[in-house]
């Protein structure tokens, strides 16, 4: 079946103490996505790649890593989370950055920085 | 700055009533505009774009850029209609910029 997958679904962890969530997409997508939601804030990207080794910052990348070494897998390094990055977070991935591809997302993950 | 502006949290609607779902955009250039949708407890995903011109469950939207607006329009709302809907926009980065976020409701 085709589609995007993230692990953990759900993450409480503290300040300061590294975390990785993993992004995977079996379709051979060249464009990958992080973005994270906020009540009121809708979504907001963090982090894009157009292909293997690509990756730009979206509009909130503080805080953030991410890497792109296979074209399948995009995953989000909180090298030392604080509590303000308490939230939901979805990757998304497409055939290639256009208009004309249509974004998959992924099931979400909620991670609590306490 | 480049930004999507969706000015209702929350729409409730009548079921059969008309239902317009509001966007506006700030981009200097020409956009690529799309119409993403929430059902609950369901994945993110896309209900339409406009390079396409094309009608999904009955929706449809028009990019009118002396409005700079790509409002969302069904002529009769049904009850599954209900979610959160969002208006994106990809930039000539590739960057992709979100609105809130507009939850509709559809009255019985």
Request: glycine residues 6%; charged residues 20%; proline residues 5%.
């Amino acid at each position: 079946e085709a589609q995007v997958t993230q692990n953990p679904r759900y993450l409480i962890t503290v300040t300061g103490k590294k975390l990785t969530v993993t992004c995977s997409q079996n379709m051979n997508h060249e464009y990958m996505s992080w973005y994270r939601q906020d009540p009121g804030l809708g979504l907001r990207q963090i982090y894009y790649s157009m292909n293997v080794e690509v990756t730009d910052k979206g509009d909130v990348p503080e805080g953030y890593k991410v890497s792109r070494k296979e074209k399948r897998n995009f995953p989000l390094i909180l090298e030392s989370p604080s509590p303000n990055q308490t939230s939901l977070y979805f990757c998304a991935s497409s055939l290639a950055a256009s208009a004309h591809n249509e974004q998959f997302f992924g099931p979400g993950t909620r991670l609590t920085v306490l | 700055a480049q930004r999507v502006t969706q000015p209702e949290k929350l729409l409730s609607v009548f079921k059969g009533a008309p239902v317009e779902l509001k966007c506006n955009y700030s981009y200097s250039g020409s956009p690529e505009l799309f119409w993403y949708v929430q059902y609950s407890r369901q994945r993110l995903q896309l209900l339409l774009r406009h390079i396409s011109r094309e009608s999904i469950k009955g929706f449809t939207a028009d990019l009118n850029k002396g409005e700079t607006s790509f409002h969302l329009k069904k002529p009769f709302a049904q009850e599954e209609d209900s979610a959160m809907y969002y208006c994106a926009l990809m930039n000539r980065d590739d960057k992709i910029i979100f609105g809130k976020g507009t939850r509709l409701h559809i009255l019985p």
